[in-house]
């Protein structure tokens, strides 16, 4: 027998999924959310995590490059350095912000190079997840709360991409928790938050959950169109049974959800446009760059899909390195590159650069020293932040001294945070629209960071 209880959890998850996606309607929420709790502020503008799944190993991506920050470099990690001359093309010479130390890019990161010249694209050093400001000494003396389960995979994924770092098993995450407070400013609430690269928690809302899409486009049920086991009469009856009226209560909700899914599936479909759109093509091979494509694609039907604030998820795997590190990470980094430069492209076709910001996101950083050809799992990271609203070119928080001992060093040269994940997401939030009062709401540790230097980052206008 159903309880009075069970009934009304189901009718309000029932209305949580009334635009779900046709693909899975229970893994696909869209929400019919009422008043949200969002400053106004004109015009489209989204927010895109690119997370880079495995541990990127930050020290090779942004590189001391004068000549005594190099040299220290060098001697912490000789079997894995990158040789001083190969990062000539990508160095950005002094950074005022920084003692006027020098710093280059991975050699693969020419695209990041000109968009730190051109002012579009920040340097946010050290981010990690953090309960509170925490110093070393407190970290080895246990003396303050930590994120749970450092340096594990799964749980540090959870724990970037979560609104309260629990590790593993979190339910909400702090781009599903913006979307929460923004859908009210969508027509269609069913496409606030919205990956292109399977199940994340990021998305995951109180009310508004994720949207899945693939780098096709929209997911669909098969069979309820054409001919089904040869027959379009079979298709059609399938179709009438997955959407019916039905006197039982469940049975009814459901074929109202599954038919609201499969009009909004249709609803997308018909509204993107083709990936030739774009006069920028989609770099071959580039899983990322046809997940960032699929992305732009739906920028593009905003109208169409009445669409005005939006949260995406693309990701990239392969950075866990613990060996072949210069090769593999490389690659990888060659990916990364591509795909963004095509996706800024795109952007700037459709004139939205300054409408849309990308972020990165990883697992975490990876230890200072080598284990012979690679490197093991570590905590704070450095990460980018791309786009034409933007206060670029410049570094936001402190680099640290890529050596052993300091007061940074953990171990290993594993780096403590000094920039938390809550204030790099709290920036994001803001730039939204989300008002300071309820930042907290999206992430609730933010509150411990009031003077640590200050709650928010200043890189984005």
Not at 119 to 127: D, E, I, R, S, W
Not at 145 to 152: A, D, H, N, T, V
Not at 348 to 362: C, D, H, K, R, Y
Not at 382 to 392: E, L, P, R, T, Y
Request: charged share 10%; aromatic share 10%; glycine share 10%.
């Amino acid at each position: 027998m159903v309880s009075k209880a069970s009934r009304r959890e189901f009718l309000k998850r029932a209305s949580a999924l009334s635009f779900a996606a046709a693909g899975a309607p229970f893994a696909l929420n869209l929400a019919t959310i009422g008043a949200a709790s969002a400053q106004v502020v004109s015009g489209y503008r989204a927010v895109v995590c690119v997370f880079l799944y495995g541990g990127n190993d930050h020290t090779n991506t942004i590189i001391p490059y004068d000549s005594t920050d190099y040299a220290e470099y060098l001697n912490a990690r000789p079997e894995i350095a990158i040789p001083r001359n190969d990062l000539t093309a990508t160095s950005i010479g002094p950074v005022a912000s920084q003692g006027g130390r020098s710093f280059a890019f991975h050699p693969t990161l020419s695209a990041f190079k000109a968009l730190y010249d051109a002012g579009n694209l920040a340097v946010v050093p050290n981010v990690g997840p953090l309960v509170v400001p925490t110093t070393k000494s407190q970290y080895e003396n246990r003396s303050v709360p930590l994120p749970p389960k450092l340096f594990s995979h799964n749980d540090q994924q959870s724990v970037w991409q979560a609104n309260t770092p629990i590790g593993e098993g979190a339910r909400l995450g702090w781009g599903g928790r913006m979307g929460d407070l923004l859908a009210s400013q969508n027509g269609l609430p069913i496409f606030t938050a919205v990956s292109a690269a399977g199940n994340a928690v990021f998305l995951s809302g109180q009310q508004v959950l994720q949207y899945q899409m693939s780098t096709s486009g929209a997911l669909s049920i098969a069979g309820i169109s054409g001919n089904l086991y040869g027959s379009s009469s079979a298709s059609s009856l399938y179709r009438q049974l997955i959407t019916g009226n039905s006197t039982h209560l469940f049975e009814d909700e459901l074929g109202q959800v599954t038919s609201r899914s499969i009009a909004a599936n249709s609803l997308l479909a018909s509204s993107l446009p083709p990936a030739s759109q774009f006069v920028v093509p989609v770099p071959s091979g580039n899983g990322l760059a046809s997940q960032l494509n699929i992305v732009a694609r739906m920028i593009f039907a905003r109208s169409s899909l009445s669409t005005n604030r939006q949260v995406f998820f693309v990701s990239l795997g392969g950075f866990d390195n613990h060996d072949f590190l210069l090769d593999r990470h490389g690659a990888q980094l060659q990916q990364l590159n591509d795909a963004v430069n095509a996706f800024y492209g795109w952007l700037g076709e459709m004139q939205l650069q300054n409408n849309v910001t990308l972020f990165t996101a990883s697992d975490f950083g990876r230890t200072l020293t080598s284990n012979g050809d690679g490197s093991d799992h570590g905590w704070g990271s450095h990460h980018f932040v791309i786009g034409g609203a933007v206060q670029g070119g410049e570094m936001y928080g402190t680099f640290p001294q890529v050596a052993f001992g300091t007061n940074e060093d953990i171990r290993q040269g594993n780096l403590l945070p000094t920039t938390s994940v809550d204030q790099y997401a709290a920036t994001f939030a803001r730039w939204l629209g989300v008002p300071d009062s309820s930042v907290p709401d999206i992430l609730p540790n933010i509150v411990n960071f009031d003077a640590w230097p200050s709650r928010y980052l200043d890189f984005l206008v």
